[in-house]
Every structure is written in structure tokens, then in C-alpha cells.
């Protein structure tokens, strides 16, 4: 059983800064790619950012140079840094990260989505 766990949703102004954070818990050998991604209302779901285990990272270009994605591995936490938030970063913002529960092939989980509103 793994869960993945999102915090730090919110209201913020645009220009604000938020801190997403995800933590992955439960029967756990190994995480993989872990990533962010987000879906707007009427919209599909679309990829923000992603980092590997080595913490080499990508970025959808409408966040780089804005958003900054990092983990800890020894906390099993991956973390979305927002800074300069627009009104189109409104979302539900999801993580998501390839998990292997007692081998190294992994699985694909997700967490329950936190809210994200930016006001004009």
C-alpha cells in the first residue's frame, strides 16, 4: 500500500509564491522519476515539471524560470517552489512518482491533488 500525500495548496496573489510538497509513504523499496502536473478546469492534465532520482530535472516551458522542483530522498518528499504566480497557473496540481514496492520495477501512483488559485 503506498499513498502519496499533497500539501501547500492555496489563494495566493499573482506575483505570490507557494510551496507544494508531496510525500510518499507506505511499503516502499525505491522511487524513481517523481513529477508535477497540473489541470485546469475543462482542460487535460499536463506535465509541470519532473525530477529524477538523481535530481536531474525538466521543465514545461510556461514555469521555467519560475517554478523550481526538488526531493528528499531520505524523506521520500518531492516539493513544487512557485514563485511569480500568474492567474493561468490556476489548477489542481498532481504528483506523481514511479515507485517500487520490493523489486526495482515500478509503479505508477498518484496523489489526491491540491487546489491552486491565482487572483488577478
Known amino acids: 500500500q503506498v499513498q502519496l500525500v499533497e500539501s501547500g495548496g492555496g489563494l495566493v496573489q499573482a506575483g505570490g509564491s507557494l510551496r507544494l510538497s508531496c510525500a510518499a509513504s507506505?511499503?516502499?523499496?525505491?522511487?524513481?522519476?517523481m513529477s508535477w502536473h497540473r489541470q485546469a478546469p475543462g482542460k487535460q492534465r499536463d506535465l509541470v515539471a519532473a525530477?529524477?532520482?538523481?535530481?536531474?530535472?525538466n521543465y514545461a516551458d510556461s514555469v521555467k524560470g519560475r517554478f523550481t522542483i526538488s526531493r528528499d530522498n531520505a524523506k521520500n518528499t518531492v516539493y513544487l517552489q512557485m514563485n511569480s504566480l500568474k492567474p493561468e497557473d490556476t489548477a489542481v496540481y498532481y504528483c506523481n512518482a514511479h515507485i517500487g514496492l520490493r523489486t526495482a520495477v515500478t509503479f505508477s501512483f498518484w496523489g489526491q491533488g491540491t487546489q491552486v488559485t491565482v487572483s488577478s
Open positions: 525530477i529524477t532520482s538523481t535530481s536531474s530535472t
Open positions: 507506505g511499503n516502499i523499496f525505491s522511487i524513481k522519476d
